[in-house]
């Protein structure tokens, strides 16, 4: 069965310190079997339509009429559900304020706090379950972003030449094109979410523990990969800096320039 990857993302500028993508990868089969159970889950009282980690932190929007016991009974069941299928989780956390005084300068795309996680998040993936000795290629879905989306990805072949030159062998494995689902269509982009707002809360307040034992005791099966990117100035800035220092000494691949002469052939 095929791997499939799942992604979140949570935070943005002006309204958290922190910008986060996380995904969940795991078989085929065990995300269909995961989906049913979801959605059971979900609609078993107290019921909800859909699941956002942010609502149920603060018993808001789908989880408003539910006590902090009842909601936590939920997270628990949700939870178990998530360890049962999913087996690797990776994210990228990429601190803001920094991003600002570096990246932010950069051309568009590579402007958007989105894009360096976007495909930091596909390589994360690829080289956990080429560590655990996958060895085909494996998909990844995305929540749908209209706006900084489609524009990470046009720059998806560039990445992919890139991981090809540095990373032969695991590069292999790369799926051939990322997609873009709502998590109304694809349910493990929700189980996704949970992941996505507990990193990104917890990075922005140290101190924030109010849902450990969500991951202590209940999330205990799902292996966090050893890839996870914290993108701080002094990262950002390198970078940068040893992208400047391979196009100045023309040790950039042929395949990856030409990859690159294609997203502005196209514009």
């Known amino acids: 069965m095929p791997i499939q990857a799942f992604v979140d993302d949570s935070g943005g500028k002006g309204a958290?310190?922190?910008?986060?993508?996380a995904g969940l990868a795991g078989h085929s089969d065990s995300w269909a079997h995961f989906s049913e159970e979801w959605r059971l889950c979900l609609s078993e009282s107290p019921a909800i339509t859909a699941f956002k980690m942010r609502e149920a932190a603060s018993c808001t929007g789908q989880f408003r009429y539910m006590t902090d016991d009842q909601r936590d009974k939920k997270l628990r069941a949700l939870g178990r559900i998530i360890n049962r299928h999913a087996?690797?989780?990776t994210c990228t956390v990429i601190d803001l304020s920094a991003h600002a005084e570096t990246w932010a300068l950069l051309d568009k795309p590579r402007n958007d706090p989105y894009f360096w996680p976007f495909h930091n998040t596909i390589a994360a993936i690829c080289f956990s379950l080429w560590d655990y000795g996958w060895r085909e290629p494996f998909e990844i879905t995305f929540d749908e972003d209209v706006i900084f989306g489609p524009r990470a990805k046009l720059w998806y072949p560039?990445?992919?030449e890139v991981l090809k030159y540095r990373e032969p062998e695991a590069s292999t494995i790369l799926p051939v094109d990322p997609r873009f689902r709502s998590d109304d269509e694809s349910l493990p982009i929700q189980a996704a979410d949970l992941f996505a707002w507990v990193i990104r809360k917890k990075h922005d307040d140290p101190t924030y523990d109010r849902f450990d034992w969500l991951f202590n005791e209940e999330l205990m099966a799902v292996q966090m990969s050893e890839y996870v990117q914290y993108y701080d100035k002094q990262r950002m800035s390198d970078v940068t800096a040893?992208?400047?220092r391979l196009a100045r000494e023309g040790a950039v691949p042929t395949e990856v320039i030409q990859a690159y002469q294609r997203i502005y052939a196209n514009d």
């Open 16 to 21: 958290t310190a922190h910008f986060v993508l």
């Open 87 to 89: 087996r690797l989780v």
């Open 158 to 160: 560039v990445v992919r």
């Open 242 to 244: 040893e992208s400047h």
